[in-house]
T-cell receptor
Framework: GENVEQHPSTLSVQEGDSAVIKCTYS??????FPWYKQELGKRPQLIID?????GEKKDQRIAVTLNKTAKHFSLHITETQPEDSAVYFC???????????????FGKGTHLIIQP | KAGVTQTPRYLIKTRGQQVTLSCSPI?????VSWYQQTPGQGLQFLFE???????NKGNFPGRFSGRQFSNSRSEMNVSTLELGDSALYLC?????????????FGPGTRLTVL
């Protein structure tokens, strides 16, 4: 099955600086990569996603890059603000492959701390 | 459109008891997945139900079971509770299974086992 590794587990940056979170996946058939943000005491919410036919996607201060050859994808947050403090999860979607059902596999999460 | 709802939000049980958690998906969503979230372990997949059938299962013992009703609502049951079962249990719904579409999470049920 799919395995997703996420690094770092904790990331502390100064307000205004950039933050980068990296994930690797094992299943070359995975074709969709969402990122979720979970604020303290709240549910995870989708913030950006990328499909395997695209190398980069941007939405205001956040961007995601995908390298299919190396099987890794990254989340980039620029001009960080206090409200960016949260736990971020990457995930990889493996399509139905005959032997098993499809599904999302999540990384273990990155606790992003924005220092004022 | 109402979001995914879960009941109860908080639960305290003792070892050996059993518990049932409920999840109501977004209207029109037919797939419901369950996850266990613990510090340091992230989101661990329990199982997914679609059209009242379990279509995918994670690596959890048989004490963890679930079901889905014809209105797509789902329940998760944990029998013979252990201290290590203390966690936030999240359910998530999506429109279909078999092709990717956005998964929406509920607020979770915080289970504490004493």
């Amino acid at each position: 099955g799919e395995n997703v590794e996420q690094h770092p587990s904790t990331l502390s940056v100064q307000e205004g600086d950039s933050a980068v979170i990296k994930c690797t996946y094992s299943d070359s058939a995975s074709n969709y990569f969402p990122w979720y943000k979970q604020e303290l005491g709240k549910r995870p919410q989708l913030i950006i996603d990328i499909r395997s036919n695209v190398g980069e996607k941007k939405d205001q201060r956040i961007a995601v890059t995908l390298n299919k050859t190396a099987k890794h994808f990254s989340l980039h947050i620029t001009e960080t603000q206090p409200e960016d403090s949260a736990v971020y999860f990457c995930a990889a979607f493996s399509p139905f492959s005959g032997g098993g059902a499809d599904g999302l596999t999540f990384g273990k999460g990155t606790h992003l701390i924005i220092q004022p | 459109k109402a979001g995914v709802t879960q009941t109860p939000r908080y639960l305290i049980k003792t070892r050996g008891q059993q518990v049932t958690l409920s999840c109501s998906p977004i209207s029109g969503h037919r797939s419901v997945s369950w996850y266990q979230q613990t510090p340091g372990q992230g989101l661990q997949f329990l199982f997914e139900y679609f059209s009242e059938t379990q279509r995918n299962k994670g690596n959890f013992p048989g004490r963890f079971s679930g079901r889905q009703f014809s209105n797509s609502r789902s329940e998760m049951n944990v029998s013979t509770l252990e201290l290590g079962d203390s966690a936030l249990y999240l359910c998530a719904s999506r429109i279909l299974a078999g092709s990717y579409n956005e998964q929406f999470f509920g607020p979770g049920t915080r289970l504490t086992v004493l």
